[in-house]
């Protein structure tokens, strides 16, 4: 895990650096720019396939025709879909090259199929300091389905950082889904974590203790 | 249909029309359904010494079938692809069973303790899916959450509130416990543990659900929580001669004759079952047991069957055994732990321990199989085979002498302590180049089962040069030798 930290520490350095140079050196430590190679794995029997992806709070996405250009950023074909979960009830999807009928929700992760092959792509943006992430309470699903993108610069390493981090309850659950084996790894709050999370992926979050609002610790 | 039902419908739809691997396939359920022990400082106890490699299964009860993984299977009846029972279990899944000290990270487990690390459901490989829709007529029968405690119906498509009183319904608790069985390929030790779903917190609970190993309450004491005794002991294979069982299946072998059957008496050491012994009712008519709580199916998940097989080798009788030749001859479950079972002569016989409920049917439908009485299939160990047979050592002549008189003549002795079968002696001189036979001499209390005593006089020309006297029952074969003096 150490390994982990010294590596996110260290593309984090990285992106900074890189935003610093395009802002003219003006930006300040907190405001990071981010670049990121992102493979999107192919669709299979669910849960492969299933990519769970996190960007950055800002980014090119956002607004008309954001999401066909996430579609191209990352070489996805026409039958590729973008699914983003408000988690209040409603659910949104976008298949790319289709004309836009949602923009990107801010603060929310999404899902990303793709069933023609595996692609990958540059996804770039930056971050917004003290952005908050809300976490709705759990009921008849899809309300309190929760995909939450994990910062670029988190200075969490495990499931259990971010549940502390969010003051999630002990019932609270956070999965990944690794969408390339196609394995779901589960944790829950107050648990001994037994994965890490990943750059650049988003967490499914169930909460069933009330609505939990944050600003995840960065870097 | 709600929107974001529909949303997950489409997913659904795209998984199965895409061009991934279509024979793998788990929960279809956002998420699925986790199984957790490291995560809670829960593990099995490191195999005894001499152990060999560890594998390691589990299952739904009344729905694994460890005969085939075929990783296919989305709909919780335990029937994959093409409809066959496949079992809702691990499948071709690589379970995560790891080093409990490493996946705790602390040194208090022992040295070799093992547990259940990030394993899934859902995950690919995974033969079915835990979710089980017994009931067939009952609305949202496969409802995406394990065991909840409110109409499913109402809540989902009359926009009830789940912790309504009148919402309450246990109609919808219909998913089976799950069991982890450990195995070392020496064949001489194993771990099981069985638990119910996830322990709902109230009744409008909405969390999807999971099985959780820690809930276990009659195991050893987690060094932990002092208060928790889920840790998972091995035990011996029941029937298998070991320092626990110093006997052995066979305990004492009868003969009311020698040429007819045996009376065996076995005995075997009980198996524990680890569970967590909970009770967790259901009004659901397909659940015929009363609830889907671990204690609801009878606490153990045990039973054990005598199988015999004939001896075809009397020289390797073990060796030459068929591994499927074996005949069931009378099925045990806890806490009986002997056994009388006849047998024909020249028999062996074992114990064969069976995990989960036995299968109440053949026919393996969709129909028969979501009831949960298709499993379980494949989870068993069995103990080394015993076998009785040859001549009993009641038919051997005892007491034989053999003695050179004067005139050179031999005068053979000898006595029966019990003649069952035995009709007639036959008398051999041993010699370098085959056995000549003296004479014979009949039985006189042939099926009395009681002592004689006997008298043979061989010539000196019968004799040549031989030193060695043999004496062999008939028909039994049973014999004895002796040097003549």
Request: glycine share 12%; hydrophobic share 35%.
């Amino acid at each position: 895990m150490a390994d982990i930290r010294l590596r996110r520490t260290a593309v984090v350095a990285m992106c900074t650096l890189l935003a610093l140079a395009a802002g003219g050196m003006n930006a300040s430590a907190s405001n990071m720019a981010f670049k990121l190679n992102k493979q999107i794995c192919q669709l299979g029997t669910a849960p492969n396939g299933q990519n769970l992806v996190a960007l950055p709070d800002h980014s090119p996405y956002e607004g008309s025709g954001g999401l066909n250009a996430l579609c191209t950023a990352l070489g996805l074909s026409t039958s590729a879909q973008i699914t983003q979960w408000n988690g209040t009830g409603n659910v949104f999807i976008h298949q790319c090259q289709q004309a836009q009928q949602f923009n990107l929700l801010a603060g929310k992760g999404m899902m990303i199929t793709e069933p023609t092959g595996t692609k990958s792509g540059v996804v770039v943006g930056s971050d917004i300091p003290n952005g908050q992430i809300a976490i709705e309470n759990l009921q008849v699903a899809p309300n309190g389905t929760n995909v939450i993108p994990i910062k670029y610069h988190t200075t969490a390493v495990t499931p259990q950082d971010f549940c502390v981090d969010c003051g999630l309850s002990n019932t609270a659950t956070v999965s990944r889904f690794d969408a390339c084996t196609g394995n779901v790894l589960t944790h829950t709050c107050g648990q001994v974590a037994q994965w890490s999370l990943v750059l650049g992926e988003a967490v499914l979050v169930l909460e069933n203790q009330g609505r939990k609002v944050c600003t995840p610790s960065h870097f | 249909m709600k929107r974001g039902f529909r949303a997950l419908a489409v997913l659904a739809a795209v998984a199965v029309v895409s061009g991934g691997p279509a024979s793998f396939a788990a929960c279809l359920d956002f998420g699925g359904f986790a199984i957790f022990q490291c995560a809670d400082r829960a593990y099995f106890n490191p195999a005894p010494a001499g152990s060999g490699t560890v594998s390691v299964a589990f299952w739904q009860i009344g729905y694994g079938n460890g005969n085939l993984n075929d990783g296919s299977g989305t709909s919780g009846t335990g029937n994959g692809s093409g409809g066959a029972f496949n079992g809702n279990d691990n499948g071709a899944f690589p379970v995560s069973l790891e080093d409990a000290r490493t996946s705790i990270g602390s040194t208090v487990p022992p040295a070799g303790s093992l547990c259940l690390r990030n394993n899934n459901w859902a995950n690919t490989g995974v033969d079915g899916c835990c979710d089980n829709p017994k009931d067939s007529a009952l609305t949202l029968s496969k409802d995406g959450i394990l065991n909840p405690l409110y109409n499913v119906a109402y809540v989902r498509n009359y926009s009830y509130d789940a912790n309504d009183p009148n919402s309450a319904s246990t109609a919808w608790v219909q998913d089976s416990p799950m069991a982890a069985l450990l195995r070392e390929t020496t064949g001489s030790y194993f771990a099981v543990v069985a638990v119910t779903t996830m322990q709902r917190t109230s009744q409008g609970d909405p969390r999807p659900g999971f099985y959780n190993f820690k809930d276990v309450t009659n195991g050893l004491t987690n060094p932990f929580n002092a208060a928790a005794h889920n840790i998972i002991p091995w035990q011996p294979v029941p029937g298998k001669k070991g320092s626990s069982d110093p006997l052995g299946l066979v305990r004492d072998v009868s003969s009311p004759t020698a040429v007819g059957p045996h009376t065996l008496t076995l005995g075997w050491n009980d198996v524990t079952m680890y569970t967590d012994n909970r009770n967790l009712p259901s009004t659901n008519t397909a659940v015929t047991n009363g609830g889907m709580g671990t204690a609801n199916f009878g606490g153990d998940f045990i039973r054990y069957v005598v199988e015999t097989q004939p001896i075809v080798d009397a020289n390797n009788p073990i060796g030459s055994l068929n591994p499927n030749g074996w005949t069931a001859q009378a099925t045990y479950t806890n806490p009986t732990n002997s056994a009388t079972v006849t047998v024909n002569p020249d028999t062996c016989v074992r114990l064969h321990t069976y995990f989960g409920v036995p299968p109440g049917t053949t026919t393996q439908t969709v129909a028969n199989c979501r009831l949960g009485i298709c499993g379980d299939l494949g989870y068993d160990v069995a103990s080394p085979p015993s076998c009785v047979g040859g001549p009993l050592v009641s038919e051997s002549p005892i007491e034989l002498k053999a003695i050179r008189e004067r005139a050179g003549a031999l005068t053979i002795t000898w006595k029966a302590s019990a003649e069952l079968s035995t009709k007639s002696y036959r008398i051999e001189a041993v010699g370098k180049k085959g056995n000549t036979v003296l004479g014979t001499v009949p039985a006189n209390g042939t099926g009395s089962g009681t002592a004689s005593s006997y008298k043979f006089s061989a010539s000196v020309t019968q004799l040549k040069g031989t030193r060695t006297i043999m004496v062999v029952a008939e028909p039994s074969g049973a014999k004895q030798s002796v040097n003549i003096q």
